[in-house]
T-cell receptor, first 115, second 111 residues
Framework: EAGVAQSPRYKIIEKRQSVAFWCNPI?????LYWYQQILGQGPKLLIQ????????DSQLPKDRFSAERLKGVDSTLKIQPAKLEDSAVYLC?????????????FGPGTRLTVL | GQQVMQIPQYQHVQEGEDFTTYCNSS?????IQWYKQRPGGHPVFLIQ?????EVKKQKRLTFQFGEAKKNSSLHITATQTTDVGTYFC???????????FGKGTLLTVNP
């Protein structure tokens, strides 16, 4: 089966610019996650969707980050305006279970560099 | 909030030596998962532990979940160069099964 797709793979922007990332989860997976992984650290959950509803966004910096999952499939994560500390890999993951624990399948990530 | 600590941060071994990484949570967990991330890659699921005191094996890998469901360990017997990567534990304690990842242990293996 096809894995989680993400684009772009790399993005370089200047601070205060905006950027958007796209994710297509594995077909049939109800839950979609966006993580931020700073170099040398573990992934940090930014937002979790179940179908097209938000389950958890407690660690999403809502003054600059936004995310949506239209029709419960694809998702986009936007940063506006970007700061230097947003430089990280943004990982999208999906899982089959809706509302339960289970294996998360990660995409290849988008490496963001903010200059 | 929930915190997951992982030690050691780095471990370098000779091929054939054993390796262990430890994970501790500040709160009782409903389950714990382990992931492996190769250099330049993305996290890949290894296993999930749910029961108190649970032990699971995958070939040379042994995973344990503590009796109090607050700690876990991953042990690799006779490491190989293919074991190189960062091993993350990720704990879940809430009703929405939100995962909190540790900082990971970077394993390097000298052939």
């Amino acid at each position: 089966e096809a894995g989680v797709a993400q684009s772009p793979r790399y993005k370089i922007i200047e601070k205060r610019q905006s950027v958007a990332f796209w994710c297509n989860p594995i077909s049939g997976h109800a839950t979609l996650y966006w993580y931020q992984q700073i170099l040398g650290q573990g992934p940090k959950l930014l937002i979790q969707f179940q179908n097209n509803g938000v389950v958890d966004d407690s660690q999403l910096p809502k003054d600059r980050f936004s995310a949506e999952r239209l029709k419960g499939v694809d998702s986009t994560l936007k940063i506006q305006p970007a700061k230097l500390e947003d430089s990280a890999v943004y990982l999208c993951a999906s899982s089959l279970n809706s509302g339960g624990a289970g294996e998360q399948f990660f995409g290849p990530g988008t490496r963001l560099t903010v200059l | 909030g929930q915190q997951v600590m992982q030690i050691p941060q780095y471990q370098h071994v000779q091929e054939g030596e054993d390796f262990t990484t430890y994970c501790n949570s500040s709160t009782t967990l409903s389950n714990i998962q382990w992931y492996k991330q190769r250099p330049g890659g993305h996290p890949v699921f290894l296993i999930q532990l749910v029961k108190s005191g649970e032990v699971k094996k995958q070939k040379r890998l042994t995973f344990q979940f503590g009796e109090a469901k607050k700690n876990s360990s991953l042990h690799i017997t006779a490491t190989q160069t293919t074991d190189v990567g960062t091993y993350f534990c990720a704990g879940s304690g809430g009703s929405n099964y939100k995962l909190t990842f540790g900082k990971g242990t970077l394993l390097t293996v000298n052939p």
